[in-house]
């Protein structure tokens, strides 16, 4: 029975490579040697489909976080209290027009 990966010699032994052997200057020693290089995509995963989709589908994601934030942030300025020390009550009357009101509300000095 054969355990060696290369099929001949003995185990745990390279063959001896063909020609001289030349060592490496002290920078060439340290400069690290390129790996092996990383597998090519799918075919499938370059599909123009593929790409447009994941685009859509982040393109989305943003808008949710975008949407979210500003709901968040909007209604913590809609409860936070107003520039109003007192708590003072402004009934209005039925059929009174948007310039009546403004004017009753700047006569008692609610709004400026």
Do not use: H, W
């Not at 060592?23 to 599909?47: F, V």
């Not at 109003?84 to 004017?103: E, R, Y």
Request: glycine letters at 10%; aromatic letters at 6%.
């Amino acid at each position: 029975m054969n355990t060696n990966p290369g099929g001949s010699g003995e185990f745990g032994k390279q063959q001896a490579a063909s020609g001289p052997i030349v060592p490496k200057t002290a920078a060439e020693a340290l400069r690290p040697e390129a790996g092996t290089p990383p597998p090519r995509r799918s075919r499938a995963s370059r599909s123009q489909v593929v790409v447009f989709m994941n685009f859509v589908i982040s393109l989305v994601m943003l808008m949710i976080l975008a949407a979210g934030a500003a709901l968040y942030f909007g209604k913590q300025a809609f409860t936070e209290p107003g520039p109003s020390a007192n708590g003072d009550t402004f009934l209005v009357k039925p059929n009174t027009g948007v310039q009546d009101i403004a004017d009753q509300l700047e006569r008692r000095g609610l709004i400026s």
